[in-house]
């Protein structure tokens, strides 16, 4: 298959919404970027989201749905329908010329040892809804052989970094609930989850203002960080794990690292420092430091926690993806459709070096409408 256009859809950790994006490409390079659009979450989805958490945190079974888990998927898959549908509509885009749509779900349970990872989101009803052929289920196969099943975007953040005009090597850092690094510098990427993303500092502002966010990082530049709770919190063994390693979006709930009372400026620069000190935890374990990082996903709009990463990561330099030409909050969602075509090609997008696996492997399932 040649250079095709492909729509990817990604709703992440951070329960925000639907990120849809469209780029032109082979599965081996990118051609070209499309537009992208948006279809945020209501305060009752989000509500339903975090209860389908809750109760995935129980689930055994990757195909089992008990409790609100099958009304949350048949929200996710609606939800995903409706931001495909509303984008082709606002773009003047015709389905016919999309070869395939890549969609991600929503992750309510990720644990690799026990070689469970679900993703809710029916992929089948999607391509029927849509009259479009689907790519999902991008992680199972790769968990199942063994691997993390996760970060899986690294391949993607090889093609964008490649031939990128900053000194090599490079690291790509998406900051959404949880944060990942891929490692780039000409052979097969390096990646691993690094710690707490975005999840510990929103799930704080809800719990502590009702705000789902520190908007601009702007609470956390009020505060100091408490730099013996983060050495604590840095004591646990994941922090001293080697590439590859992945995260649920709970592991480090504030039950389990026994949060402080902390004030709402102190709590926002606390759990931010936190975010920056697990990244630079992650040098250490890579195969050389990186001399400049790139940053993408929610984090990157927030300049406090920017601020925090190019002071614990000195002296390589850290931008934002934006900077350097990139889509940042598109860059997941185009992930997925680059990931969708690589799917339909059969070539891998999972690696022993970004999830551990004995080999490269291909991955995904594809449906037609």
Same mark, same amino acid.
């Given at each position: 298959?040649?250079?095709?256009?492909?729509?990817?859809?990604?709703?992440?950790?951070?329960?925000?919404?639907?990120?849809?994006?469209?780029?032109?490409?082979?599965?081996?390079?990118?051609?070209?970027?499309?537009?992208?659009?948006?279809?945020?979450?209501?305060?009752?989805?989000?509500?339903?989201?975090?209860?389908?958490?809750?109760?995935?945190?129980?689930?055994?079974?990757?195909?089992?749905?008990?409790?609100?888990?099958?009304?949350?998927?048949?929200?996710?898959?609606?939800?995903?329908?409706?931001?495909?549908?509303?984008?082709?509509?606002?773009?003047?885009?015709?389905?016919?010329?999309?070869? !395939?749509?890549?969609?991600?779900?929503?992750?309510?349970?990720?644990?690799?040892?026990?070689?469970?990872?679900?993703?809710?989101?029916?992929?089948?009803?999607?391509?029927?809804?849509?009259?479009?052929?689907?790519?999902?289920?991008?992680?199972?196969?790769?968990?199942?052989?063994?691997?993390?099943?996760?970060?899986?975007?690294?391949?993607?953040?090889?093609?964008?970094?490649?031939?990128?005009?900053?000194?090599?090597?490079?690291?790509?850092?998406?900051?959404?609930?949880?944060?990942?690094?891929?490692?780039?510098?000409?052979?097969?990427?390096?990646?691993?989850?690094?710690?707490?993303?975005?999840?510990?500092?929103?799930?704080?502002?809800?719990?502590?203002?009702?705000?789902?966010?520190?908007?601009?990082?702007?609470?956390?530049?009020?505060?100091?960080?408490?730099?013996?709770?983060?050495?604590?919190?840095?004591?646990?063994?994941?922090?001293?794990?080697?590439?590859?390693?992945?995260?649920?979006?709970?592991?480090?709930?504030?039950?389990?690292?026994?949060?402080?009372?902390?004030?709402?400026?102190?709590?926002?620069?606390?759990?931010?420092?936190?975010?920056?000190?697990?990244?630079?935890?992650?040098?250490?374990?890579?195969?050389?430091?990186?001399?400049?990082?790139?940053?993408?996903?929610?984090?990157?709009?927030?300049?406090?926690?920017?601020?925090?990463?190019?002071?614990?990561?000195?002296?390589?330099?850290?931008?934002?993806?934006?900077? !350097?030409?990139?889509?940042?909050?598109?860059?997941?969602?185009?992930?997925?459709?680059?990931?969708?075509?690589?799917?339909?090609?059969?070539?891998?997008?999972?690696?022993?070096?970004?999830?551990?696996?004995?080999?490269?492997?291909?991955?995904?399932? !594809?449906?037609?409408?």
């Amino acid at each position: 298959m040649g250079v095709v256009r492909a729509i990817g859809l990604m709703s992440g950790t951070s329960l925000d919404g639907v990120d849809v994006a469209l780029i032109e490409t082979d599965g081996e390079r990118v051609a070209a970027f499309g537009p992208s659009g948006y279809r945020p979450y209501a305060d009752d989805e989000r509500a339903l989201l975090r209860a389908a958490l809750e109760e995935g945190a129980s689930l055994r079974d990757r195909n089992a749905r008990p409790g609100v888990l099958a009304e949350a998927e048949a929200f996710v898959t609606r939800a995903h329908a409706e931001a495909v549908a509303e984008f082709l509509k606002a773009e003047h885009i015709d389905k016919a010329s999309v070869a !395939v749509v890549g969609f991600h779900g929503q992750t309510v349970l990720h644990k690799p040892t026990e070689r469970l990872t679900v993703q809710i989101g029916d992929g089948a009803a999607l391509a029927k809804r849509l009259g479009m052929t689907v790519a999902y289920d991008f992680r199972a196969a790769d968990v199942a052989a063994g691997g993390q099943g996760a970060p899986l975007v690294p391949v993607f953040h090889q093609a964008l970094a490649r031939g990128l005009a900053r000194p090599h090597p490079i690291a790509v850092l998406n900051v959404g609930g949880v944060a990942n690094v891929t490692w780039v510098d000409g052979s097969d990427p390096v990646a691993c989850d690094t710690g707490p993303g975005n999840a510990l500092i929103d799930d704080f502002m809800r719990a502590r203002t009702g705000v789902p966010l520190d908007r601009d990082g702007d609470q956390a530049a009020l505060g100091t960080a408490d730099e013996a709770f983060i050495a604590n919190v840095l004591a646990h063994k994941f922090f001293d794990q080697p590439c590859p390693k992945s995260l649920d979006r709970n592991a480090f709930a504030f039950a389990n690292i026994g949060l402080p009372d902390f004030t709402v400026e102190n709590g926002a620069a606390t759990l931010s420092a936190l975010t920056a000190a697990s990244v630079a935890r992650i040098v250490k374990h890579l195969p050389q430091p990186p001399k400049a990082w790139i940053v993408a996903g929610g984090g990157a709009r927030n300049p406090t926690l920017m601020r925090m990463l190019s002071e614990r990561l000195q002296p390589a330099t850290v931008e934002t993806a934006d900077a !350097v030409g990139w889509q940042s909050q598109s860059i997941e969602a185009q992930a997925f459709a680059y990931l969708a075509v690589r799917t339909m090609n059969g070539l891998p997008i999972t690696f022993p070096r970004t999830t551990g696996v004995a080999q490269p492997m291909t991955g995904g399932v !594809v449906v037609q409408p």
